[in-house]
């Protein structure tokens, strides 16, 4: 479908209101408006008619269809009903009978241009007398470039899709625009019983449609005509179609049982001459569907297009295909050319030896050592063992018993896990183990061997959904459903996204709205108030595409170990994507929990930091993303440079400062580092900058920025040492060929870079890291999704991800049990693993600030300290540094710095380095209360804690008993309580300064019964959305 198209109601009284003696319209008789329209042409992306000035804006036609001058003086027009008066006619603003008045329209307009732009997804523009009565109003759907709604012929009342022609005769609607799109009786959504479903053509015209997701052709197979009421009822027991598609990874995936399924409708209207309408897709949940509480508590991705789009093997992106078939892939079999098969014992993790698998050490894929020939061991010579995951302690092959190298017949695939070794339960195929020489049933394994019988991993095969560009792309229609509610449907590009994640059975897509499928934007905040600008603050709320994402290397696992990341760094000065959760049906049938994410590209930088997107340069591992090769080169140039010199060199050094944000580039790798990213930097590094300096924006520098994505691949993942809490990242990085990783490296051999990145560094593992911040988003994420993670993976629970392997302890609570861990135990190691690569000593003191939030912040290293206390420890071989910021009103009277002797000095600079030998607190005063504020400033003591306080202050407490003033549970006020109440409770709870609540939001928010705003706040929010316990039951009694 390319627009949905909405026809103009004026109701009666509308008339009569212009008519009964208005001023506005004088003489006009009732036969000269009745049926007509003075809005007659809106325009909602237009690049085609410039303005007087030259400029291009949106623009809304104003007709006078009577017979005397219509009088605009004091007349309001708006696309807002709470601002009738936005844009306001000046005196003496008058239409002659017959003529037209173009308003130009622009978010930034002043003067003779309205206020606000108008939306290509459609919205209802209102013309208000100055008498508060509505003269006119007028509702469009979505609009493509440079095409208007307008009302054809004039004064008939009828619009239609077409050609712009402000100011002028409107143009008669060409193609599939003149036939009006059919109506539908029932709007898309979620329904218990079954629907009567009626759908009809505003020009009597003959419709067609499908109920398989294909386009409406009549004649076609599955192409009915419309003759009467459609019973839509629970499809979940009918076979499954899209489901039972096997040929989507390697190995072939296992169908699965019967999945829910929404029932899909897809209609056209076709005229006498064979015109048809654009084509609507609607999708119904009803029944069984309908009721799984998480469907309607959460966003829900309906994607429809024809089954061969997806599963075609010439033009399908789903399905391994022509491309596969076309490689000459060797499954039956190969050549094993080495000795018996013998594991060796333990090897050092971070000393690997050539030519020796440890079975606890995951391989690099990029950095595979070749190994050597060596009988009696296993050769790593033609077998790239590279993601290779068997946790615990090895003891042998466990074959049915036979000892390892014995050539036992073993008919199975493999199953990697468990604390017994591996085991082979079965299945076609199998193992025939020599001590050297041929294997058969390579089938059984999900490893196959190229044209030259060279070892071929299953996210290594050529497949029609590892091929990228636009020749892969297809147009799907796309609804998203919030909360049980429509609130977005239009046509979208769609292509397979991701690296190895595309051999796993549940594949992520790239989601692109472009003007061929209808309109260039998607025009819908997909993250619930959390993507903002850098620049201001502002929600970002369209987007010119997405992600969404199985989870990479977390799927079938949590899947949301880099959303739970990503929260925890945003206010960081690396980018990030935000995410949030949605569940994905394709056709109609469930496709299980996917991550939503922003998609890195021009728009990306321009959204968030306002640079000019002709001025943005994105590179992304290796690849130039945005701009031109001489931006890549530059970025080649200081990366090699730095990768071979001598970085401790005061000048080699400058010319690093001089092309990196350094702090953005320290908190990348710091963060990186905590999390213990095996797949990174090596991969999955990206950075940008701009190509041109703008003095007026800070971002627009000319200096390389990181980017934080695909963060996945560490904390605890799959249980592997080299993702563990114990794991030195720096030694792997260090041993990494690539200049990425040998650039960091030697910039560690400079004091002044070594001392920012250790100050850093425990930054985040005192602020961002803590127990306070990470316990209640994994357990959010946790309490809230395990049901949808639980059903996703019994939907793809015999999938072909990573060539077949079954990897013990994935999933369920025990996944999320082990990012918690990791976090907890990671906070324990990092001091010891920091310092020995730092070359300083292990030696940390506890450094407490003391503040008044009321009259000011404290900026201590790299945080904003918006609080009244806080704690951290330090490495005592570099000092802190403090800056007070008072508020408007206030003044800094001073520090008291109390060291670890309990002697005090006092300080009157607003910023100070003080050392951390032993033990320091450091205290902010100040005079004066803040502008604006009744809060009265809270005293602080001046001695030395002896222990560290939470990290998160207290918020105001309701006192326990129902209060009937209070909206409980409605964190950001706004009526209601949902699945975006927490989210604003857990983004508080990360970060108050970027994500701070109104007094009204802390009141409501503080029902857990424990006194103040914490994890368990969002998560009882969340029951409540679901129905397990009552808004009329908050806040719970303490």
């Not at 606890?360 to 290779?388: A, E, F, K, L, R």
């Not at 420890?873 to 000092?879: G, L, V």
Request: proline share 5%; glycine share 10%; charged share 20%.
């Amino acid at each position: 479908m390319k627009r949905n198209i909405i026809t103009k109601a004026m109701a009666g009284s509308l008339c009569l209101s212009v008519l009964s003696g208005s001023a506005i319209i004088p003489g006009m008789t009732v036969s000269a408006v009745s049926g007509t329209s003075i809005i007659s042409e809106v325009c909602a992306s237009n690049t085609s008619k410039a303005a007087p000035d030259g400029n291009y804006y949106d623009w809304i036609e104003l007709y006078n269809p009577g017979s005397s001058a219509l009088d605009l003086s004091g007349c309001g027009l708006s696309d807002d009903a709470d601002k009738p008066y936005d844009y306001t006619f000046k005196d003496g603003t008058t239409i002659q009978p017959g003529a037209k008045l173009v308003v130009y329209c622009d978010s930034k307009g002043t003067g003779d241009i309205a206020p606000f732009g108008l939306s290509t997804s459609g919205e209802t523009i209102t013309l208000t007398g100055k008498d508060g009565s509505v003269l006119d109003s007028l509702t469009f759907g979505n609009l493509g470039e440079n095409e208007s709604y307008a009302e054809y012929p004039e004064k008939s009342g009828t619009f239609f899709v077409t050609t712009p022609t402000p100011g002028s005769t409107n143009a008669a609607p060409q193609g599939q625009n003149a036939v009006k799109a059919p109506e539908f009786s029932v709007e898309s959504g979620f329904y218990e019983n079954a629907v009567q479903l009626t759908i009809s053509s505003p020009q009597n015209y003959t419709i067609y449609y499908t109920t398989d997701g294909s386009d409406p052709v009549p004649g076609s197979g599955t192409t009915k005509q419309f003759s009467g009421a459609l019973q839509l009822t629970d499809r979940s027991s009918e076979p499954n179609v899209l489901s039972a598609h096997t040929d989507i990874s390697y190995p072939d995936t296992t169908a699965p049982g019967l999945v829910d399924k929404a029932n899909v409708i897809r209609a056209v209207a076709v005229d006498a001459s064979g015109t048809k309408s654009s084509v609507i897709t609607k999708t119904y949940f009803v029944g069984k569907t309908a009721q799984t509480a998480y469907l309607r508590n959460m966003k829900v991705v309906s994607l429809v297009t024809d089954e061969k789009n997806l599963f075609d093997p010439t033009i399908g992106i789903y399905v391994r295909g022509d491309v596969f078939d076309a490689q000459g892939y060797n499954t039956g079999g190969g050549t094993f050319p080495g000795g018996d098969w013998n594991i060796p014992g333990q090897q050092d993790p971070n000393q690997q030896q050539p030519g020796q698998q440890d079975p606890n050490q995951q391989q690099d894929p990029s950095q595979q050592n070749p190994g050597q020939q060596n009988p009696g061991n296993w050769n790593m010579g033609d077998w790239n063992t590279g993601d290779w995951n068997i946790p615990g302690q090895q003891a042998a092959i466990n074959a049915d018993e036979p000892a390892a190298g014995e050539g036992q017949q073993n008919p199975g695939g493999w199953n990697i896990g468990g604390q017994g070794g591996w085991e082979m339960p079965g299945g076609a195929g199998g193992w025939d183990i020599p001590g050297g020489g041929d294997f058969p049933g390579m089938s059984g394994f999900g490893m196959l061997t190229d044209k030259d019988g060279k070892m071929v991993q299953s996210w290594e095969i050529e497949a029609n959904y590892t091929q990228k560009g636009k020749a892969w792309e297809r147009e799907v229609s796309m609804e998203v459903f919030d909360s049980g509610e429509p609130v977005l449907a239009q046509n979208v590009g769609i292509r397979i996204k991701g690296a190895a994640s595309r051999s796993h059975a549940q594949k992520s897509f790239n989601v692109y709205a472009r003007s061929e499928y209808g309109l260039d934007s998607l025009d819908f905040d997909f993250f619930s108030g959390t993507c903002r600008k850098q620049t201001n603050g502002k929600k970002i709320k369209k987007f010119d595409s997405i992600t969404l994402r199985n989870g990479g290397n977390d799927n079938n696992n949590t899947w949301f170990r880099d959303s739970i990341n990503q929260r925890l760094i945003a206010d960081r000065d690396c980018a990030y994507q935000a995410t949030d959760e949605c569940m994905v049906f394709i056709d109609g049938e469930f496709w299980g929990i996917y991550q939503i994410t922003e998609k890195l590209g021009d728009d990306y930088l321009h959204d968030h930091f306002g640079i000019d997107k002709a001025s943005a340069v994105m590179i992304k591992n290796d690849e130039l993303e945005e701009g031109t090769d001489a931006d890549l080169q530059a970025w080649e140039d200081i990366k090699n440079f730095c990768a071979s010199n001598d970085m401790s060199n005061a000048s080699n050094y400058k010319r690093f400062t001089d092309s990196f944000d350094v702090q953005s580039y320290i908190d990348y790798f710091a963060a990186q580092i905590y999390w213990n990213n095996w797949d990174w930097p090596q991969n999955n590094t990206a950075l940008w900058k701009t190509s041109t300096v703008d003095s007026s924006n800070p971002y627009a520098d000319g200096k390389w920025r990181m980017i934080i994505f695909d963060t996945e691949y560490g904390q605890g993942l799959y249980g592997q040492d080299n993702t563990s809490a114990t794991y030195d990242t720096f030694r792997r990085i260090a041993s990494n060929t690539d200049n990425t990783s040998k650039m960091f490296t030697a910039l560690l051999k400079n004091p002044d870079f070594a001392q920012q990145f250790g100050i850093t560094f425990m930054d985040l593992a005192n602020y961002n890291f803590t127990s306070d911040k990470t316990k209640p988003i994994i357990d959010f994420f946790n309490s809230t999704y395990s049901t949808q993670i639980s059903d996703t993976k019994a939907r793809f629970s015999s999938s072909g991800n990573g060539g077949g392997w079954s990897i013990g302890g994935m999933g369920g609570a025990s996944g999320f049990q082990a990012i918690s861990q990791f976090y907890d135990n990671r906070a324990t190691n990092v001091p010891r693993i920091v310092s020995s690569n730092l070359g300083i000593e292990n030696t940390t003191g506890l450094v407490t600030v003391y503040n008044t939030a009321a009259q000011g912040t404290v900026k201590f290293n790299t945080l904003n300290l918006d609080l009244d206390q806080w704690s951290g420890n330090y490495f005592t071989a570099y000092p802190v540094t403090a800056t007070a910021e008072p508020k408007e009103g206030v003044t800094f009277t001073g520090w008291e710095v109390t060291d670890s002797t309990g002697t005090v000095k006092t300080y009157n600079d607003a910023t100070i380095t003080v050392p951390v030998t032993g033990g320091v607190t450091i205290k902010a005063n100040y005079s004066g209360t803040a502008a604006g504020s009744t809060e009265k400033p809270t005293t602080t003591p001046t001695t030395t804690p002896t222990s560290a306080p939470a990290t998160t202050p207290t918020t105001p407490a309701t006192s326990g008993s129902q209060n009937p003033g209070v909206s409980y549970g409605d964190a950001n006020v706004d009526g209601k309580v949902n699945v975006s109440d927490a989210v604003a409770v857990l983004q508080f709870v990360a970060n108050q300064t970027k994500y701070p609540l109104t007094a009204t939001g802390l009141t409501n928010a503080d029902i857990d019964g424990a006194t103040g705003i914490t994890g368990s706040d969002a998560i009882v929010i969340q029951k409540v959305d679901a129905g397990v316990i009552k808004q009329s039951d908050l806040p719970l009694k303490k």
